[in-house]
């Protein structure tokens, strides 16, 4: 069994593990204990686990025009006209980008 394993298997028992620092900390049910041990016997491949397990997912590439004060800051789909245009705005700023959709032609 590799770490993460452990770790899925501990807390469907009923266990809760995390790190707090340099430390693996286990929380559960008495009657768990040979299990939490079992984790402390195997610190340094938990610990392994719980870092990659809380790796940041990288933030998808944003994709078509975008404003240019606010590059990775997303764009919203502002519906006008009774929803027969529709116009893309920066997320962060609401500045206008272009229109996606001009009474129900589409402009790409």
Not at 33 to 47: G, S, V
Not at 67 to 77: E, Q
Not at 87 to 97: E, L, N, P, V, Y
Request: glycine fraction near 10%; proline fraction near 9%; charge should be positive.
């Amino acid at each position: 069994m590799d770490g993460v394993d452990l770790i899925l298997e501990a807390e469907r028992a009923g266990l809760t593990v995390h790190a707090r620092g340099d430390k693996l900390v286990v929380r559960g049910p008495k009657r768990l204990e040979p299990l939490a041990k079992a984790l402390l016997a195997n610190k340094p491949l938990i610990m392994s686990a719980l870092r990659n397990m809380a790796a940041p997912v990288p933030e998808p590439p944003t994709i078509g025009p975008t404003c240019p004060r606010h590059l990775r800051g997303g764009v919203v789909d502002v519906p006008i006209h009774g929803g027969l245009s529709v116009r893309r705005d920066c997320r962060q700023c609401g500045r206008f980008i272009e229109f996606i959709l001009w009474y129900g032609a589409s402009r790409n």
